[in-house]
């Protein structure tokens, strides 16, 4: 089951010529790319990102009314892979991935596409996960479009802003002959707002088989004339193309000694710093002249000059490190004998999130303002007497496993192992499982990519006494692992343990479908098994494990470190995402009810009299359903355990104390709904047989 259905989301698609989009800003991409006329649409789900895919792929039925192919690539590379269709052909296409992870996974097919360029518009919609909300690291994709000559996008985060830039993306490249980076930050993915829709335009059909020519494919001596190309050729035409169409805009300010720059997905948080400093009102008109990039490459350097000349200083806003607009406006500006003063990075930090109050503290900075540097000392006194009164720090919230994942029982068993023969070294991956990092498991000495953890333990294994342990998801397994981990384990003849989190989508990203799904839906009619993969590999040592059989899995984990031989053991943790899980569930149930149907639900509690007090289950555990509550017992002082109603049934904490021999705390529940007549007639003698039972204590 997908994350959510996006039936709603489809109708907004089938909009036409003058009717009103609202919605946000990745939602407002897919209807651009339909009304731009694509022949083919692709990507890999991710933080920002995945939205887009879920909707085109739940959307086939209009696609297919439009003649568009939609394909769900299993990675970034095949993402961009597809762009080779505009490669060879006037065809419109769109893929997507998220930021600079999946830049990386993509950039052999990339650089391969950005060489000989395209004939067709080919757009890359990347999410650029940066900042407080972002799930990995701080890079900048940037430098992705500066080292292949890709041209990129930052629109402001305005839907007809961000519309427009996708429809002129596709002219842009046609123009150019240049694949486009449209760049969307997490906020302007997720920016709410409306357009004015046009009409969809149905994709070109592909007539026949292009003809042969060599100077398209990246080979020398092809790729020296593609370099020449890319700088004789298609940046002059880019630039010209951004000029004449007016894409960075520039919005007049009363001031005209100083000026400000920014990278169009920043202007929002801009504007709000200059209105928190009395510099711009609410409705976007502010005191100092901005120059919004919402192309950040190439940089134009007319328009650069026609900016900059006569005014004192400019303050470039560029988030992240290293400051490439900076370098390259410093050039330009001593290229053209600007003598304005550059500022950027001196008033602005080098690393993380340009917040609001981020920038008011680098505005006033720059405009050397002392009313402006008053109010951000204002804000500051403010937060340091909320700490003051809270007197200690807030907890932070790091995410966790959700209440019944299939996956934390993994870490439990893991963690008793560990009890049992010592620690082992653990490589972790991306995924759900990576919070198996954080309390209270703490596991993991290594993070080193989508799928990568077996092959991030292949040079730890050989030398070390002890099997390490990677720990890798099934949506990890095909993105990247089979080949990576798998393939170069049993190549090398390595040695360690692999467990294989088989929850049955790719979770974190939003649980779109994989190869092995199983689950009713799209593009599964043919699951692909992992263990029966495995085997055809050459994986000798394989077992399958239900995910909440703790004391199974415990003695596997033991069994698979300790014992004799050499190669690779491969463990299948087979649990279903248990989010997806309950949404199944929930529906199921619900149309049982209607139907008058019998339904069961599984509780766990905890007896208060019996819970001795230690919560070594929640050490065990982490879920967010179990919980302390105040000791009933007047005599103990203690907190004891306690199950809140958040409890999903999955039956962990039971399995747990009884795997870790833990006191026998822990009782079941079946939660009955339109009981059947024999469910009453048992309910019955259970309660007489009680009742009686009870009596006799008293006697
Ligand atoms: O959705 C996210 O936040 C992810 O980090 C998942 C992800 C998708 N594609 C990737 C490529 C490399 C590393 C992580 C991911």
Redesign the pocket.
Known sequence: MAERSFQHEIGLLRLGEGETFRGEGILAVTKALLQSGVTYVGG????PV?HLMDVLIEAEDLLGELGVHVEAATN?AGAAALLAASLAYPVRGAVT??SV??T??ASDALSNLASPGVIGGALIIIGE?YGDGA??IQERSHAFAMKSSLWLLDPRPHLPSIVHMVEKGFELSEASNTPVMVELRIKACHVTGSFQAKDNKPGAPIQAPAAFDYGRLSHPPSTFAHEAAKVEKRLPAARAFIREHKLNEVFPGTRDDVGIIVQGGLYNSLMRALAKLGLADALGNSAIPIYCLNVTWPLVPEEISAFCAGKQSVLMVEEGTPEYLEQTLSLMMRQADIQTKLHGKDCLPQAGEYTADVLAAGLAKFLGSEPAQAIVNAVDVHRKTAAALLDKELPGRPPGFCTGCPERPVFAALKLAQKDIGRTHVSAD?GCHSFGTLPPFSMGNSIL??GMSLASAAAVGPVTGKRPVAVMGDGGFW?NGIISGVAGSLFNKGDGVLVILQNGYTS??GQQYMPSTLAEGHRNETPMDIGATLKVMGVKWLRKVRSYSVSTMRDTFKEAIRGAGQGLRVIIADGECQLARQRRVKAEDAAKLKAGEKVVRVRYGVDDDICSGDHACIRLSGCPSLTIKPNPDPLRDDPVASVIPSCVGCGLCGEVAHAAALCPSFWRAEVIQNPTGLDLWLDGMRRRVIGWMQGRIGA
């Open positions: 890999y789900q991710g933080a995945s970034e991935w998220k992870v999946g990386n996974v996960d799930s990995v991306i990519g989508f993105h974190a990203t």
